[in-house]
């Protein structure tokens, strides 16, 4: 509900004294204009008016920003203004429940702020404001720009005042008073003027009945001047329309009406458009006595103006719906067009009642840089105001708050047909998506640009001619060239010569007419001259006449895979051809087990036959040496025994020097170069001598006129990529072991055989092919690797890597002093032996020193002896045997059922498994086949004596 503002004090000697000026009604004067739109201005406001207060209505004498002439007192804000004293603001007019509801706030003109100033005469009468109003809230004014529209309020009065001072208004009310002192004479003259006015005119009083009419209003209306004096208007024109009627009542309340265009229609069917104005004229006391209306026939004009319309909305449509930006400016540089387009670019609301001095405001210009501010003489539409002819301009519009837009502007000035410069017109094409596409683009090309030449796979392209187009930078590292070596080139150029045959023969047909390959087999050669190994895969790209234009290929290193593959298959080799020569060891030492005991017992008997004995002691040599050849089976296959302590490296090569030069004899020169500080390595002393000495003698071999043998020792760390290359490595500390030789060298299609169980390059009977196969066993059982790189004519290195000793090494236990022939003793021992003769010849053995002998044939026939009541004093059983229970498994169970009880281990070959956990983990309990009868003696008697010492130290001591 709108709030009505209360009456002042002095309604009634203001109300008068607004008479008395005589300005109300009044026609527009330059000066209130002036001031209405300094005030707009000085305060950035679209609308200032003076506002002069009525008995009913507020009036305008000037306005800026609003057309309407007249509102009702009702909803005025200046009907509030003049109760203040000072300046009335209204800052947000929806917040304010004075106004929430006033239909200027909610519809029409929606003001949301107001500031009004009131107008005050000499008297202290408020006869209206100076106000400021827009639709948008705005803080109120400061306490300076207050005191400025009030000062802007003085004057507005003095010019009121200076108005009515020089005479206008007086000689106007005299005018008045005459006119009525002269009544007689200005009816006659109002005759003359209704006969001739050239607009239709009619007088009427307070109940619209006619009191005069002119000649053109009685034509218009069809109606006898005799007859209608006195009459009722619309009694004489009833079809006349309704709201004609409510108007004339608003009017005789004292509101001046004037519509610019209204439609009257008339009985026979004819329609004017007209101009309908009413004014109530007054009284000599000043009363209300009645209306005048005028009519003006305006069908010519309304049929220009419509057409001139027309043709405006059609043009402005045809400037709102050009996508490109509009704007102009006047002859004086001032802005005065903006088409939606432009707004737009420019972040500027459509819709908004932004006054064209303000636009500039409200963006920034740049140059094309986006960084560059645009100075004014660069702006297309000040370059096309002062004569230039722009085209083609790039620049960047940037709204606060909004996306910037890339436009490109062109642009001239306006004549008209005499040359007279009208303005300046330019119009911008925004380009800020094609551009966003093209960096897009640009971007996308760059990373495929990248993906392509800095992927890490070789990658090619080749035109319809095989020609090579393109290429990915790991391609030319690969290859070894630069980039304009490659380019225009065949492609089969860097194929090796089968390679480049097969292609143009085989594969590329076959591409043709499938377009696509797929891991192709290929060589390159690169500029260095090395050969790779690849697998090619191509696709091909096809044109508008379906034939192949290019292809893109894929090229996969494989060189480094296949070696692997080579070294699989190596290691996969050797191991079946060590669990191959194990098992044949296994069953080899057997054999020389059962026929070592035979000879060993039948020798105690031929003690007085000289010759029978000699035979014996040679049939005793040969099985021994048959039993070295196992060992060094054994060895290679990594299932000998190794009894392990701490060893300092260059302190056992040294100690080797006499040895290794009455090997080599006086025509090969030894040389060592053995780095300081060398740390120690946990190996078997015997076959870390024994390797050397077999390397030595391999070395004087490949030197039958002489050379020199060099041996180094150096700490080394292999790395991860070192252990991937090569096979069963461990990356770590390694103490590095080199015999290097000066020889014929081992040819390179057979170098990697160099570790296979009899192969050898020396003549026939010149070698067993066993030296380098027992080393790489060995070294590999050790933990370690080892390497041979070999080249013609220039010598053989063969490295030995031994894992470094940890920091805290354990202490070397002192090597058991060689068994003599113990005595035996009475003792009860159970033999557990799956092989029949040699378990005959254990238990024959056994006898011989006096044992008492219980036998199994496995182990589950040991445990149920185990279980049973018999004495046992130890356990001697093999190790490896079936039915479902070993050696291992057996002493555990013993353990069990028989703590304490000694136990002796036997084995043709000692699996790397069991010889380092449980209870094989100590090489003191154990004897390998084909075993002596004094080692046999020596760990039996050593074992029950063990066991005795635990015993007796278990005892109560007296006391």
């Given amino acids: ?13 203001r109300i008068a004294a607004l008479r008395r000026y005589a300005v109300l009604d009044s026609a527009p004067e330059a000066c209130f204009d002036r001031i209405a739109r300094l005030a707009a201005r000085k305060f950035q406001v679209p609308i200032a008016l003076i506002s002069l207060i009525d008995e009913n209505r507020q009036w305008f004498k000037a306005n800026c920003g609003l057309d309407v002439r007249e509102t009702s007192r009702d909803v005025a804000f200046c009907a509030h203004a003049i109760l203040e004293g000072g300046v009335f603001m209204v800052a947000d007019a929806t917040k304010d429940p004075r106004f929430a509801d006033n239909p200027l706030v909610t519809d029409g003109l929606k003001i949301r702020f107001y500031a009004g100033a009131p107008l005050v005469n000499p008297e202290g009468h408020r006869l209206g404001t100076l106000c400021l109003i827009d639709t948008v809230p705005r803080p109120c ?11 802007l309020a003085a004057i507005v009065v003095d010019q009121i005042e200076m108005r009515y001072a020089t005479g206008d208004v007086l000689r106007e009310v005299e005018t ?15 005759g003359i003027f ?19 009419a002119s000649r053109r209003w009685l034509q218009l209306f069809d109606l006898d001047w005799q007859g209608v004096v006195g009459r009722d208007h619309f009694a004489c024109a009833p079809y006349l329309p309704d709201d004609w009627k409510a108007r004339y009542a608003h009017c005789l309340e004292g509101h001046a009406l004037e519509s610019e265009e209204d439609t009257l229609m008339l009985p026979d069917g004819r329609s004017h458009w007209v101009h309908h104005q009413s004014r109530p004229w007054r009284t000599r006391d000043g009363a209300i006595g009645g209306l005048i209306v005028f009519l003006e026939i305006i069908d010519t004009h309304h049929h220009a103006v419509e057409k001139l319309e027309r043709h405006r909305r059609f043009m402005e449509a045809v400037l709102q719906s050009i996508q490109d930006g509009i704007v102009a400016c006047d002859a004086e540089g001032r802005l005065s067009l903006f088409n939606d387009a432009a707004r737009r670019m420019h972040g500027l609301d459509p819709e908004a009642p932004l006054p064209p001095s303000d636009w500039a405001a409200h963006y920034s210009l740049y140059e094309a840089d986006g960084t560059t501010p645009l100075a004014m003489e660069r702006i297309p539409l000040y370059r096309a105001l002062n004569g230039e002819t722009v085209v083609g301009q790039e620049m960047v519009i940037a709204p606060p708050e909004r996306p910037r837009r890339q436009v490109v502007a062109t642009g001239s000035a306006m004549h008209d047909g005499d040359g007279r410069k009208l303005g300046a017109v330019a119009s911008m094409h925004d380009v800020t998506r094609e551009q966003t596409a093209q960096a897009r683009y640009d971007e996308a090309s760059e990373r495929y640009r990248q993906l392509y030449t800095k992927t890490p796979v070789m990658l090619h392209s080749i035109n319809r001619e095989g020609h090579v187009i393109s290429v990915s930078d790991h391609w030319l590292e690969k290859l070894g060239y630069d980039r304009e070596e490659v380019i225009g080139r065949k492609s089969t150029d860097f194929l090796t010569p089968d390679s480049a045959r097969r292609a143009v023969e085989e594969v590329l047909p076959a591409f043709m007419r499938d377009g696509v390959c797929h891991d192709v087999p290929y060589q390159v050669r690169t500029k260095g001259g090395d050969v790779l190994d690849i697998l090619l895969s191509a696709v091909a790209e096809y044109g508008g006449d379906g034939q192949v234009v290019r292809s893109m290929a894929v090229l996969i290193d494989v060189t480094d895979r296949k070696a692997m593959q080579q070294q699989l298959i190596q290691a996969q080799k050797m191991e079946s051809v060590g669990q191959l020569t194990g098992g044949l060891a296994h069953d080899f030492n057997n054999l020389l087990g059962v026929i070592l005991g035979n000879l060993q017992l039948i020798e105690r008997s031929l003690r007085d036959d000289d010759r029978g004995t000699r035979r014996l002691n040679a049939a005793i040599n040969a099985v021994e040496r048959g039993a070295e050849l196992t060992r060094r089976l054994l060895a290679f296959s990594r299932r000998q025994k190794l009894e392990t302590v701490s060893v300092e490296p260059n302190a056992l090569i040294e100690g080797m020097s006499d040895m290794l030069k009455r090997t080599l004899g006086e025509e090969i020169s030894l040389h060592y170069r053995l780095a300081a500080e060398v740390p120690s ?5 015997s076959q870390l001598e024994s390797a050397l000495l077999n390397l030595a003698v391999n070395a004087r071999d490949a030197m039958p006129k002489g050379g020199t043998l060099t041996i180094e020792s150096q700490r080394v760390h292999l790395d991860h990529e070192f252990a991937a290359r090569e096979h069963e490595v461990t990356p770590g500390d390694y103490v590095a072991i080199a015999v290097a030789d000066t020889g014929i060298g081992i040819p390179p299609e057979v170098l990697h ?3 296979e169980p009899f192969f050898t390059t020396k003549e026939i009977g010149r070698g067993s092919g066993l030296g380098l196969s027992m080393v790489y066993g060995f070294i590999k059982q050790s933990g370690g690797h080892v390497r041979v790189d070999s080249e013609m004519d220039k010598g053989t290195t063969i490295r030995l890597y031994l894992p470094v000793e940890p920091s805290t090494p354990r202490d070397a236990e002192d090597p058991a002093e060689e068994a003599q022939d113990f005595a035996g003793g009475r003792e009860i021992i159970l033999v557990v032996e799956d092989q029949d003769d040699v378990r005959e010849i254990a238990v024959a053995l056994l006898e011989d020193l006096g044992y008492a002998v219980l036998q199994a044939r496995c182990g589950r026939e040991g445990l149920t002896t185990l279980q049973s009541d018999r004495p046992i004093d130890l356990l001697l059983t093999d190790i490896v045997m079936p039915g479902g229970i070993n050696g291992t498994q057996l002493a555990e169970a013993a353990r069990g059922l028989r703590p304490g009880l000694p136990i002796v281990f036997t084995t043709g070959y000692a699996e790397a498994a069991v010889l380092h956990e449980g209870e094989v983990k100590k090489a003191s309990n154990l004897v390998t086949k084909p075993y002596r009868r004094v080692d046999l003696a020596a760990k039996i008697r050593q074992a029950l004596e063990d066991r005795s010492e635990t015993v007796a130290s278990a005892l109560p001591v007296a006391g």
């Fill in 1 to 13: 509900m709108t709030v009505v503002a209360a009456l002042p004090p002095d309604e009634a000697g």
């Fill in 141 to 151: 004014l400061s306490d300076d720009d207050q005191i400025l529209l009030s000062e």
């Fill in 176 to 190: 008045r008073i005459k006119a009525e002192d002269e009544l007689a004479s200005a009816e006659q003259q109002l």
């Fill in 194 to 212: 209704f006969e001739y006015a050239p607009v239709a005119v009619a007088m009427f009083d307070r109940d619209i009945r006619y009191l005069a």
């Fill in 681 to 685: 390595v946990r190996v078997d002393v």
């Fill in 753 to 755: 055989k160099a570790f």
